[in-house]
DNA sequence: AGCACGCCGACT
DNA sequence: GTCGGCGTGCTC
């Protein structure tokens, strides 16, 4: 059936499709007729095969758009088939994809891969044959803070940073209150998506919300499911709710129904930090969701960040004042050697000991096993880390556990011990550590990072907050701004004097950065072009042919950058394609937000 | 990815 | 004139 000029269409009887590809230049949407015997089939949010005529094959796409009219030169072609006829791209979710992709001169493709699931068929005509599961009210009283959420509130806070008792387990203070909040958005009627950035983290989250009011609204999604639990879990969500959708940095993209507010746990977390193309942080898609869908917006953080911290100052976010609890930080007398364990430290562990665990917090793996060793629970090694060695060799007959990425412990048993774990492996202890010790912090800042010292703070601060309450926190060997904050626990002044420094230097998160990359003849014009937006080149490197270019710009200069950015991966991907026996070229690329310049 | 088209040099 | 190589651009 073809449609002369001049003949009406029927009504729907044009789809829009976004395909399924990562070329740039076919990063729009594609117009393809309805075919009559599909037409019931064909909605927003299916996936379909559709010809891409030029190359004489199918592509897999997405109806994003069903309409009577094309403007598209030519004729259209028909859809090729419905791949299924379950709705897997919510329309919001759609729009997210977009900006996020539009943000960073990515494309929607690429970001579609990360927010929708592989189809599992087996799962999809079960849930066709099945219908969506029944949607149960959440019974509880909401809180003060799950109603500003939900009529749109954006929010920065701390948390209460000790470990506290839920139904007769301990999770972080943090995690609590984010079950909290989230059973009151959902005792709201409306969703809530919960974002943190590893899988301890996650644990501990679904353990404070397991026991509550919202336990059968609960959503996970995370790499450690299988497909077909996590496509069962995306469909779930677009289903009436409310729903609890709890999960990792993809869980930002959740299509939840009705969604009331996106709750992130830890953003400045390099977890948080999106490896796929375009990169897109768990903050900055948030950002965008709430800006879209108008929803609630808490970032809860063991400390500010000073990116978090321009938000509030720019009036984006509010700043929750933060709870009057404090861990009991000691800092190292300015009379001891930045090398040496303090003499009032050995006698705090010593004496934490007689009651319960002491943590041991140490920047690599090595070191951990360096403290075990020492300790005599295996043969002295040769290179053990002094500091190291000495705490194991000091408490001879006390056991030691080792938590690190090959030696996971997500909580420990009651009773004394020493448990030396890498930062960011911390096993949660019952009631609380009666001891902390963090023992690199030497090492950890002498890393090189544009973001060490906010790192080395969230690392201490949240190892502290494991601590028991007046049980003591000390700080081995490093002294400066970062440690007295951590004693002071002033986060947010330390986040505006750090925003400051960056305000003076020009660096992020007071402006944002792009990293161009690729041959020089092509990186040289795309670069000039971006200068003529308003953007500046602050560093250059060259690598045999290989060139990459680092600018800077505003935040309001950011849409139009990457436009022209986009426009120029556009041409580029068009570019001269040399015959097979020829090495291909490096490929013009632009990354938006590298974490690190240069 | 792979195909069509058009610009330009070389030949009848 | 016109054949054909190859670089460019397009794919609803």
């Known amino acids: 059936m073809s449609d002369a000029a001049g003949a009406a269409p029927a009504p729907g009887a044009i789809a829009r499709v976004v395909l399924d590809s990562p070329l740039p230049r076919l990063d729009h949407l594609f117009d393809y007729r309805v075919p009559p015997a599909l037409a019931d089939e064909v909605r927003p949010g299916v996936r379909v095969k559709v010809p891409l005529r030029v190359a004489g094959r199918s592509a897999d796409g997405y109806v994003v758009d069903v309409g009577d009219t094309s403007d598209a030169p030519g004729r259209l072609s028909d859809i090729e088939k419905v791949v299924s006829p379950v709705v897997v791209l919510a329309p919001e979710v759609w729009r997210l994809a977009r900006a996020v992709a539009d943000r960073s001169a990515g494309v929607a493709s ?47 806070a701390l948390p209460t940073p000790r470990p506290v008792e839920v139904a007769g387990t301990t999770v972080g203070g943090w995690a609590a209150e984010l079950a909290e909040a989230a059973v009151g958005i959902a005792a709201l009627g409306r969703s809530a998506i919960v974002a943190v950035p590893d899988r301890r983290d996650l644990d501990q989250l679904a ?68 490896p796929l193309a375009p990169y897109a942080s768990t903050r900055d898609v948030a950002l965008l969701r709430q800006e879209q869908s108008g929803c609630g917006l808490l970032l809860l953080g063991s400390t500010r960040s000073s990116t978090v911290q321009r938000l509030v100052r720019v009036g984006w976010l509010a700043d929750r004042p933060a709870p009057r609890y404090r861990p009991e930080v000691v800092l190292p007398p300015d009379d001891v050697p930045a090398t040496r364990i303090p003499s009032a430290t050995w006698r705090a562990v010593r004496t934490a000991l007689a009651t319960g665990p002491v943590l041991v917090q140490v920047a690599r793996p090595g070191d951990a ?152 003849a092509a990186v040289e014009p795309l670069v000039a072009e971006l200068v003529a937006e308003g953007a500046q080149e602050i560093g250059r490197a060259d690598e045999d042919g290989l060139v ?33 026996p020829a090495p291909p070229p490096p490929a013009l690329r632009v990354r938006f937000d590298p974490h690190e310049p240069i």
């Not at 270019?549 to 068009?574: C, E, M, P, Q, W």
Request: with cysteine.
């Open 110 to 156: 690429d970001v579609l891969r990360i927010a929708v699931p592989k189809r599992q068929a087996r799962v999809e005509h079960r849930w066709l044959k099945d219908g969506a599961p029944e949607a149960t009210p959440v019974e509880a009283e909401p809180s003060a803070a799950s109603e500003a959420l939900v009529t749109g509130s954006r929010l920065a």
């Open 207 to 274: 353990l404070a919300l397991a026991h509550g009011p919202a336990a059968h609204a609960v959503l996970r999604v995370d790499a450690t499911q299988t497909p077909a639990e996590r496509e069962r879990a995306h469909l779930a969500a677009m289903t009436p709710g409310p729903h609890v959708v709890i999960g990792n940095r993809a869980a930002v993209y959740a299509p939840a129904a009705d969604l009331g507010a996106i709750l992130v746990w830890e953003e400045a977390d390099p977890f948080h930090l999106e």
């Open 369 to 520: 096993a360096r403290v075990a060793l020492a300790a005599g629970q295996a043969p002295p090694p040769i290179d053990a880390g002094r500091t190291a060695h000495e705490l194991g060799r000091a408490f001879p007959g006390v056991p030691v556990l080792v938590a690190d990425g090959e030696h996971v412990h997500d909580r420990i048993e009651a009773g004394p011990r020493l448990v030396v774990a890498t930062r960011g492996a911390e096993p949660i202890a019952p009631g609380g550590y009666a001891a902390v010790l963090l023992l690199d912090g030497r090492r950890m800042l002498a890393r090189e990072s544009l973001w060490v010292e906010e790192d080395c703070l969230r690392w201490w601060a949240a190892a502290a907050a494991l601590a028991a309450p007046k049980a003591p926190v000390h700080l081995v060997g490093v002294g400066g701004h970062v440690a007295t904050t951590l004693a002071t626990w002033r986060l947010t002044d330390f986040a505006d004097r750090q925003l400051a420094d960056r305000r003076a230097l020009r660096f992020p998160p007071a402006v944002r950065l792009a990293a161009v990359s690729g041959p020089l």
């Open 548 to 580: 990459r270019v680092t600018v800077r710009f505003d935040y309001a200069a950011g849409s139009r950058v990457a436009a022209v950015a986009k426009a120029g991966l556009i041409r580029a991907g068009s570019a001269r394609r040399p015959k097979p």
